[in-house]
């Protein structure tokens, strides 16, 4: 739990602040390493690397000294959710100071064993030599009761100039095991004794089990229980293609209530739904009428995280005692909610984290563990492995909400923008479990006394949730941004990588676009002529430069080029990047050429990495992916019904890097989705002078475009 602290004592560094004992973040070992323990978890951004790199330059240790714990609400601190791109500033910036207090006690305890003053004193790799002569090493000087204390503000952190480790790229330290076929993944753990497990799903999220004759599952070979309570059915097998067999057999022999249809799933269906409006930026006149106004509306459909292993944990109770292995992103919320649906002590609950594959955002992580505990209950003493299949996956994660951005613009008699208006229609992007009111667990709402769901909404701005990066970076002088809140949702949705940004920043970033022609402006100059941000500007002129922009560059009808910036969440990292499409019987992205600034780059290869990747997984979004549901519920249900960009099918992709020592480190790993999209529909545009406004860019759409 994290600590209570006096409402008056000053901050301390990320998550430091509400974790403030030095031994839940690391501990000096005698064996000459170094054990840290983050609340951050990783899941494929690289974050563990640069964690060590902070820790290793303040300790003036090797990194090979250094291991990682996973992380687990047995001993670390609680760090929340990992997500928001927070993870630099929250546990990064906690272990930086508490490695550098760390280090202080360790100078301290030196001195007075080899009668020197501090300032006489060096270390190199955990090594303290005096100047005078005599050594004492961290691993003879550190006692157990050495960080048995809280963090004090009285620390020195180093200055950039000193850094040695951090700005270089070290490789990953979380990789060897996953090219080498090692126990990398929640889905490759195996448990002595361990049993299998298996759901069976309601056909639609509004059915409900009528009936269920168990005894020929339970005779059939391997199965060791046939579990249910209300609509929750599954199924506890001794190996895993037992429970398979089974689930299918009692897939068949269920009797289900369709409950309510589904309503229709066009985007734009947002704007006639009951909605909590609220103004969230407003300045000037926002009735200002300027000499010529323009209006446009944008689109995103229902987003699945699509991860590339179906979701998957082990739990094992035993003794009134219940261990996990999850790869959620929150364990401490998780085990919050989880208590509440189990009717057991927090306390009484470890969950340890273990890496899935695949995931940005609110998957099914959450929903499978809850799954295993209610089937490890049935069968105490055992534990039991259980893997969600690749269509409970598809039809039960949460998605990323639909969106629909109206926008509105005046110019004034030379081209510039004079009033702006957004307004936005949007479900919520944020029910993972720790909501306040109810539990954001899937399975606790099918129980025969189910549990409620908390209240959908959003985290508050700056950081935001539907309206996040909504208000433009863009200095106009008059604007009006609004944000219509439907809490109400058909399908359940939640966090996705960027939340509300990926949506706003697009729709954004492709009406600048749209005012930038009508100007008879060049898009960049255009851009540029608007902000203020030194910074902003940088990031726009370095990708121009890279890409060998050209004013007022014009496509061939098939090839054409775009461009798009934002800054994540206005307060995050700075990414511009321009698109080359080419548009055949598809639409087809050929090169990008980004530029990213994340203040200090404490290690500029994995910033590049996250670039890179959110490059690719963006343009899948635009061009390819959409959940889709009929009245009954999800029909995407496998990678036909959910295309994926495919290796061939990806950009070249080029990335420059602009460090900034000096300002404090962002991260890097949700910046780049809606401006990908927005430079994607620009390059379109440029290419066959037409406009794209609903994603994903299909080649129906394209065709339908041409037509009209």
């Excluded at 998957?363 to 209610?374: E, F, K, P, Q, Y």
Aim: proline share 6%; with cysteine; charged share 25%.
């Amino acid at each position: 739990m994290a600590q209570a602290k006096d409402p008056a004592a000053r901050k301390l560094p990320g998550s430091l602040d509400g974790n403030r004992r030095l031994d839940r973040w690391l501990c000096i070992n005698k064996d000459g390493t170094v054990t840290v323990t983050p609340g951050k978890v990783e899941i494929g951004q690289g974050i563990l690397t640069a964690l060590v790199q902070m820790v290793a330059e303040e300790l003036d240790i090797s990194v090979n000294r250094i291991r990682l714990a996973p992380a687990s609400t047995a001993f670390s601190p609680d760090e929340g959710i990992t997500s928001g791109s927070r993870s630099i500033q929250d546990s990064g910036l906690a272990l930086r100071h508490a490695a550098a207090e760390t280090r202080d006690l360790l100078l301290a305890l030196a001195a007075k064993k080899l009668g020197v003053t501090l300032e006489n004193l060096t270390v190199a790799d955990g090594v303290i030599s005096a100047r005078s002569g005599g050594t004492a090493t961290y691993w003879e000087l550190a006692t157990p009761e050495l960080l048995a204390r809280e963090a004090t503000f009285d620390v020195v952190e180093k200055l950039p100039a000193e850094h040695v480790v951090v700005g270089t790229s070290l490789p990953r330290v979380d990789i060897l095991g996953k090219i080498t076929g090692k126990v990398a993944y929640v889905q490759d753990m195996v448990l002595p004794g361990m049993l299998h497990g298996r759901i069976t799903r309601p056909p639609g999220p509004r059915a409900r089990l009528k009936s269920i004759a168990t005894k020929e599952v339970e005779q059939m070979p391997g199965v060791v229980a046939v579990v249910r309570d209300g609509s929750f059915l599954g199924v506890v097998a001794q190996r895993e293609e037992q429970a398979i067999r089974a689930e299918r057999r009692l897939a068949r022999l269920a009797q289900w209530d369709a409950g309510e249809p589904l309503p229709d799933s066009d985007p734009r269906r947002l704007q006639t739904l009951a909605a909590e409006t609220e103004v969230i930026s407003e300045k000037g006149d926002p009735a200002t009428a300027g000499v010529r106004q323009f209006h446009a509306e944008y689109t995103k459909p229902y987003l699945a995280h699509a991860s590339l292993a179906p979701s998957c944990a082990l739990a094992h109770q035993e003794g009134g005692k219940l261990k996990i292995w999850s790869h959620s992103q929150g364990i401490y919320p998780l085990r919050g909610d989880m208590a509440k649906v189990l009717g057991m002590a927090e306390t009484d609950i470890i969950i340890t984290h273990a890496e899935g594959a695949g995931c940005y955002g609110h998957n099914a992580a959450d929903d499978v563990t809850l799954d295993a505990a209610l089937l490890a209950r049935a069968v105490p003493g055992k534990p039991v492995r259980l893997q969600w299949m690749r269509e409970d996956e598809f039809a039960w994660e949460p998605f990323s909400s639909p969106m629909v951005m109206r926008m509105n613009a005046a110019l004034d008699a030379k081209g510039n923008i004079v009033n702006w208006g957004h307004e936005l229609w949007s479900h919520a992007h944020s029910t993972r479990p720790g909501g306040s009111g109810g539990v954001n667990l899937l399975a606790a709402w099918h129980l025969e006394k189910p549990l409620p769901a908390a209240k959908p909404g959003n985290p508050p701005l700056p950081g935001g949730g539907s309206h996040r990066n909504a208000i433009p970076l863009y200095d106009f002088p008059n604007q009006k941004v609004t944000n219509h809140l439907i809490r109400q949702s058909p399908l359940r949705t939640s966090a996705m990588r960027a939340l509300g940004a990926h949506a706003n920043a697009f729709a954004i970033e492709c009406f600048m676009d749209e005012l930038a022609e009508a100007a008879g402006a060049d898009p960049v100059e255009f851009r540029l002529r608007h902000l203020k941000d030194v910074r902003a500007k940088a990031v726009i002129e370095k990708a121009a430069q890279m890409a060998s922009w050209k004013p007022n560059e014009k496509g061939d009808g098939e090839r054409g080029r775009g461009i798009a910036f934002a800054r994540y969440k206005n307060l995050a990292a700075y990414f511009a990047v321009i698109a080359e499409v080419q548009v055949a019987e598809e639409v087809r992205v050929t090169r990008m050429w980004a530029a990213v600034d994340v203040g200090q780059a404490i290690n500029p290869d994995g910033v590049i990495n996250q670039i890179e990747g959110g490059i690719i997984q963006s343009a899948s979004w635009t061009l390819k992916e959409r959940v889709d549901f009929d009245r009954q519920g999800v029909t995407t249900r496998n990678w036909t019904d959910y295309p994926i960009l495919t290796f061939v099918e990806a950009p070249e992709v080029e990335v420059a890097l602009i460090n900034r020592p000096e300002a404090p480190p962002v991260g890097a790993g949700e910046g780049t989705q809606g401006p990908v999209s927005a430079a994607i529909a620009n390059a379109i545009h440029n290419a066959l002078g037409v406009r794209l406004r609903d994603m994903p860019f299909t080649r129906d759409r394209i065709v339908a475009a041409l037509s009209a």
